[in-house]
């Protein structure tokens, strides 16, 4: 059974689809403010390698709808924290928003571009500029440089060098996936014991 293999290929399939750039844009704009969503270079990446001569469109798009994501993501901070706040916690963002939270006050804007390629999610910073009222302009100006240079970068090499590594990323796609899968699984009993 390859398993991984699928997945890949019913990926690549979606990522060709002519729907798929909206949602794109609507994967970008949601992960910005709300916790579970994954960050959209899940899609922004297949659809770079699937359609190169379109990979700065998509890379455009994303970083245009997480910003307005962001945006959003700052007024829920700003103005609902109270209702957001037991999520943070249920979800166990607490100490990541904590992080976030002395970030901004050690650093504000640049905290805001560093953001773009943080393991920390970009929605923990949108929601923490919110709450610490931190200036719009700059916040905005900060998600366009970090955000963009994440994705604009993302895109230009899968444009740029994917179709030369494609077939070889089939090729160990299965053994690829397990060995993600064994590692989650290895570092969740090690935090567990």
């Known amino acids: 059974m390859q398993l991984f293999v699928t997945i890949y290929q019913s990926v690549m399939r979606f990522s060709r689809r002519s729907e798929a750039p909206y949602y794109l844009s609507l994967l970008s704009f949601v992960e910005s403010f709300i916790l579970p969503f994954p960050p959209p270079d899940v899609m922004l990446a297949p659809m770079a390698l699937a359609k190169p001569a379109r990979a700065m469109h998509f890379a455009a798009l994303t970083l245009l709808f997480s910003v307005l994501g962001g945006l959003v993501g700052y007024m829920i901070g700003a103005f609902l924290f109270d209702l957001a706040e037991p999520l943070i916690i249920d979800w166990g963002y607490q100490a990541r928003f904590q ?44 998600s366009i440089i970090g955000r963009g240079a994440r994705f604009f970068l993302l895109a230009w090499c899968l444009a740029k060098f994917g179709p030369a590594i494609e077939p070889r990323l089939v090729r160990y796609i299965e053994y690829i996936g397990w060995a993600i899968v064994g590692a989650l699984l290895l570092a969740i009993v090690l935090y567990k014991f």
């Open 99 to 142: 992080t976030v939270i002395e970030w901004f006050e050690e650093w504000g804007f640049w905290a805001v571009l560093v953001a773009g390629f943080s393991p920390v999610p970009y929605k923990i910073f949108t929601i923490a500029a919110g709450v610490l009222s931190l200036a719009l302009l700059p916040f905005v100006l900060a």
